[in-house]
């Protein structure tokens, strides 16, 4: 069975530490996005990797960073966690190209205090 | 205008009975369409994809897409308790920009 893999379910941090959330996949795919998910606003793109090494800004990018060492894990950085950044935050693979769909972690819910 | 629009509900239906969630959208430049399904506290998970235009079925679902009109629709036959969920739909364009644009999500209940 296929599988993306968050590092926590939930997680409750404080201003301005700084926040890892991991990400792993087990389908050899070469796409990796991360997404926040808010009520009333849906799935907003923050960043995604289509190679190693390789990034692009999604829609929101400002105040988080990412990191792709290994092709199967994708890591989002809060470098200095807000109130505002309190959030489901949702990791997703795919294989290149649009044509088959996004498979999805189970999210991690983030709180900043 | 959002790109893509989706009636949030909640939309409340019996046991049983004919489902259909609509997204409409605005560029004509999509080819690529999916429902998604999400149970509350879990993350999307791909319950069908199209692409351009016609019906595609699997067992109780039906996806159908109007280019036309920038309308799609997932049809759910003999609803179940189950099936109360979120319902997402994404769509892509052909761009390679790798983008996925989500609707809102329309929450189902069904009512046992």
């Known amino acids: 069975d296929v599988k993306v893999t968050q590092s926590s379910r939930y997680l409750v941090k404080r201003t301005g530490e700084k926040v890892f959330l991991e990400c792993v996949q087990d389908?050899?795919?070469?796409?990796m996005f991360w997404y926040r998910q808010d009520p009333g606003l849906g799935l907003r793109l923050i960043y995604f990797?289509?190679?190693?090494?390789?990034?692009e800004k999604g829609d929101i990018p400002e105040g988080y960073s990412v990191s792709r060492e290994k092709k199967e894990r994708f890591s989002l950085i809060l470098e200095s966690a807000s109130t505002n950044q309190t959030s489901m935050y949702l990791c997703?693979?795919?294989?290149?190209?649009?044509?088959?769909?996004?498979?999805f972690g189970p999210g991690t819910r983030l709180t900043v205090l | 205008q959002k790109e893509v629009e989706q009636d949030p509900g909640p939309l409340s239906v019996p046991e049983g009975a004919i489902v259909s969630l609509n997204c409409t959208y605005s560029?004509?430049?999509?080819?690529?369409f999916m429902w998604y399904r999400q149970y509350s506290r879990k993350g999307p998970e791909l319950l069908m994809y199209?692409?351009?235009?016609g019906n595609k079925e699997d067992g109780r679902f039906t996806a159908q897409v109007d280019k036309s009109s920038k309308y799609i629709s997932l049809f759910i036959r003999d609803s179940q308790p189950s099936d109360s969920a979120t319902y997402l739909c994404?769509?892509?364009?052909?761009?390679?920009?790798?983008?996925?644009?989500f609707g809102t999500g329309t929450r189902l209940k069904v009512l046992a």
């Open positions: 994404a769509m892509s364009d052909t761009s390679g920009t790798y983008k996925y644009i």
């Open positions: 560029n004509s430049a999509f080819q690529y």
């Open positions: 990797s289509y190679d190693v090494k390789m990034k």
């Open positions: 997703a693979s795919s294989l290149v190209g649009t044509d088959n769909g996004q498979f």
């Open positions: 199209t692409y351009s235009s």
């Open positions: 389908m050899d795919h070469e796409n």
